[in-house]
């Protein structure tokens, strides 16, 4: 049963206070407590809740992978118009600036995930109990996630140890650098991976496996390609997860025409056999999306969804995130990926007489299928468009592949046979046979690698990063300027407040 927690927050315009409501599927009864108060952490059940306030954060990271995508060759903005979400449009076409609503709104949201962490950890040691250990490693997973995220964007970033911001921080505490930053992440994340339960006891918990993914994930960032192999290796190792197959299809699954590959993106595989880690999204609450994130649906999913749609298996949207024909065209013939990838509305609405859509800026024809509504059942609450129950699948078992694969391959003593290996187990999936295998070695496979990333991944908010640690973003997205698009801006506010104290990111 869902049920509700309001925290009042001092976060991110590092140093303003919002109300959010949460809910999430592991709060079992209402509680209300203020984050300013020290009157807490009196009881397992307050640490349990305030775990529950940081992970309510993840939903609002929505944003993290629609922009993602915009912001690299997978896609277009879309939307009604030239005019609409302006902070999209122009991430899309590279010409965003520190005032920009979007950037702002990922900033603050992604801090307000780091604030409530720190609220736990700074009050870590106040009171002893029976597990308190999993609820710690939890903790720093999750703010591993968030300062993941943030230095992935910005680069360095405001960091205050195991403390809560507090207004007058921002013009004493600098940017610390983007090394200390991955310092903090790595720290994290082992603590998580040496405490955390390998199989999480509720959907949606971090666990063992999920930090070592995100360590590999860091170290990969930062070209630390043998730590990133090794710890990929272990997590490969235990045997926890595997790349769904035909076998985990149910009856109804294989009659309806859906692949292994397909299955994953539907509800009947949210939280399955290759969910390494997934942020859950529910449409039963409903919410408004203004201010901090203040819904329980995963907005991108409505944003994506073609507009104006009638017909079946798909509902309405708003026409953003619109794939691109140069991602179109790069999955190749016999690739199964491609019609759960792409809706293609020039074959799909021909074989569903009836079904229609009205063209909105920027149409190709093509939409994100792994992630746009699905037909709603009657009784569901609030707006369609804000409130899909379609989970985010963010790190899944063949991402870890291809990220073990790509480590392999790059370390000094690089091993190409391991990494053609967790290569062709991705491809032979996604072709349904043995016969598409890659046999090179060197940069040709590292070439293969990142090929096989992007069509496997696509629309999943992953391909403007790949591109930027791999030096290719200038190459492959139109207006990108080297020197100033790896990161993004600080939001202007921010620069203002800190009032000296933090440098804007270069050339902005």
């Known amino acids: 049963m869902k049920k509700y927690i309001y925290i009042a927050i001092a976060s991110l315009t590092l140093f303003s206070t919002a109300v ?43 944003i993290n992978v629609l922009m993602g995508e915009i912001a690299s060759d997978n896609t277009f903005a879309g939307g009604n118009g030239p005019n609409d979400v302006p902070g999209y449009q122009s991430v899309d076409d590279m010409i965003h600036t520190p005032v920009n609503a979007q950037i702002k709104q990922l900033w603050d949201w992604m801090f307000a995930g780091v604030q409530r962490c720190n609220y736990i950890m700074e009050f870590k040691d106040k009171t002893d109990f029976v597990g308190k250990n999993q609820i710690i490693a939890q903790t720093r997973f999750l703010r591993a996630y968030y300062h993941f995220e943030l230095v992935k964007w ?3 970033i405001p960091m205050k140890g195991d403390k809560r911001f507090s207004t007058g921080d921002e013009k004493s505490i600098p940017r610390s650098s983007v090394s200390d930053v991955y310092a903090s992440i790595e720290a994290d994340l082992i603590y998580a991976s040496q405490n955390l339960s390998s199989i999480a006891a509720q959907k949606g918990r971090a666990t063992s496996g999920a930090a070592l993914a995100l360590l590999g994930k860091a170290y990969l960032y930062q070209g630390k390609y043998t730590e990133a192999a090794d710890t990929f290796e272990t997590l490969i190792s235990t045997n926890n997860y595997r790349l769904v197959t035909t076998a985990d299809l149910t009856p109804q699954q294989i009659t309806d025409g859906l692949t292994p590959f397909g299955s994953i993106f539907e509800d009947a595989g949210e939280n399955g056999p290759e969910s390494v880690f997934e942020i859950q999204y529910t449409d039963v ?26 017909g079946p298996v798909f509902a309405d949207g708003n026409n953003f995130n619109l794939p691109t024909p140069k991602i179109v065209s790069a999955f190749t013939t016999g690739d199964l990926r491609k019609d759960v990838t792409i809706l293609d509305m020039a074959t799909w609405i021909p074989a569903h007489p009836g079904s229609k859509y009205t063209k909105q800026h920027e149409d190709t024809g093509f939409f994100n299928r792994k992630y746009i509504p699905r037909t709603r059942r009657p009784e569901a609450a609030g707006d369609v468009k804000l409130t899909s129950p379609n989970n985010y699948r ?24 391991k990494a053609r290996n967790y290569l062709n187990m991705v491809r032979d999936r996604a072709f349904g046979d043995v016969n598409h295998r890659i046999t090179a070695s060197g940069t040709a496979l590292y070439d293969a690698i990142l090929a096989e990333r992007r069509v496997e991944l696509a629309g999943e908010g992953h391909r403007f990063f790949d591109l930027v640690r791999t030096g290719k973003a200038a190459q492959e997205i139109d207006g990108f300027v080297t020197g100033k698009h790896e990161l993004f801006p600080i939001p202007l506010e921010e620069i203002q407040f800190a009032a000296g104290n933090w440098a804007q990111n270069p050339n902005y």
């Open 285 to 310: 609450e409903g919410g408004s999306y203004s201010g901090m994130q203040n819904i329980e649906g995963n907005v991108a999913v409505g944003f994506a969804g073609p507009f104006g749609y009638e």
């Open 154 to 156: 910005f680069g360095g």
């Open 394 to 417: 963010a790190i899944r078992y063949a991402d870890v592949l291809l990220m073990a694969a790509e480590a392999n391959n790059k370390k000094t003593n690089n091993d190409d046979a």
């Open 20 to 62: 959010i409501s949460c809910t999430d599927e592991f709060v079992e009864r209402p509680v209300q407590y203020s984050i300013d108060s020290e009157n807490y952490f009196n009881s397992k059940t307050d640490y349990e809740n305030a775990l529950i306030g940081a992970y309510d954060m993840l939903q609002s990271s929505f």
